[in-house]
């Protein structure tokens, strides 16, 4: 079998002097592993493309084994390395998918989400904080875990949120709050975020001027959210995060 497919590298596994396992997030194959003979050699063609982060074309052969023919790289994000900061926010974007999405699976909305997020983290600095929670709430979004942040969870009322059960998955409205202790408080400014984060786009969402304490608050819930539904405590590059915050 021959596949021509447009893809990320998320990972680089080195197997011994020239050649490497890349972990691919493609269009049309999903995530997949190949092999790629001779990576290591800066003269093989196979070279520029076999680096984290690159997005191209690549031409897949086989089947379940896959190995890498041909590369025609769109871009290599190569300034990531050069920004220490940059660098690890790229690298926890890539961690996360690598994280949620198994082999063989795919999820073109997650897909396009870390290549237009990759876009933007190399072309603008400043915004890193303000486009990891976008990141992370439309990763939610795509894997079908979106905080429901439009009704009450118990009584469906659309107004008076003051609440959020990480259990529940969605806001509480004030009334329904008083019977539900274990709900964590949430202020309604961060809730109307939240509404505006999942509906927006990221062109709309990176034009809102945003104040650096509601960013605050909200990185303290996602965070915890996160990790309820997918178990982040694994991801070593958010450790890195933390340094910037
Ligand atoms: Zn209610």
């Known amino acids: ?6 893809g990320i590298v998320l990972k680089k596994r080195k197997l011994n002097d020239s050649d490497v396992f890349l972990t691919l997030l493609t269009k049309k194959l999903g ?6 003979k001779g990576a290591n050699n800066p003269k093989n063609s196979l070279n520029k493309g076999s680096h984290p982060f690159v997005y191209a074309d ?4 086989g089947e379940k084994n896959y190995s890498l023919s041909n590369v025609e790289t769109k871009d290599t994000f190569y300034n990531f390395r050069e920004n220490l900061k940059t660098l690890s926010y790229a690298s926890y974007f890539v961690d996360i998918v690598d994280h949620v999405i198994n082999e063989d699976e795919s999820n073109f909305e997650l897909f396009q989400l870390l290549i237009e997020s990759l876009m933007i983290l190399n072309k603008t600095t400043g915004y890193e904080e303000k486009l990891k929670l976008y990141f992370e709430f439309k990763a939610l979004k795509a894997l ?3 905080p429901l942040v439009n009704q009450c969870m118990i009584c469906s009322k659309k107004e008076n949120f003051n609440k959020f059960s990480v259990t529940s998955g969605g806001v509480i409205c004030k009334e329904c709050s008083k019977k539900h202790p274990s709900a964590i408080d949430l202020h309604p400014m961060v809730i109307k975020l ?6 927006s786009n990221i ?3 990176l034009k809102k ?3 650096s304490l509601l960013i605050d608050k909200m990185d303290i819930f996602i965070n915890s959210y996160m990790e309820y539904y997918l178990q982040m405590g694994n991801i070593k590059s ?3 995060l933390k340094i910037y915050e």
């Open 194 to 199: 939240m509404q505006f984060t999942l509906s």
């Open 209 to 211: 001027d945003i104040n």
């Open 238 to 240: 958010k450790k890195f």
């Open 1 to 6: 079998m021959y596949f021509e497919t447009e």
């Open 203 to 205: 062109s709309e969402y």
């Open 31 to 36: 995530k997949v592993q190949v092999f790629v």
């Open 144 to 146: 079908g875990y979106a």
């Open 58 to 61: 690549f031409s897949i052969r």
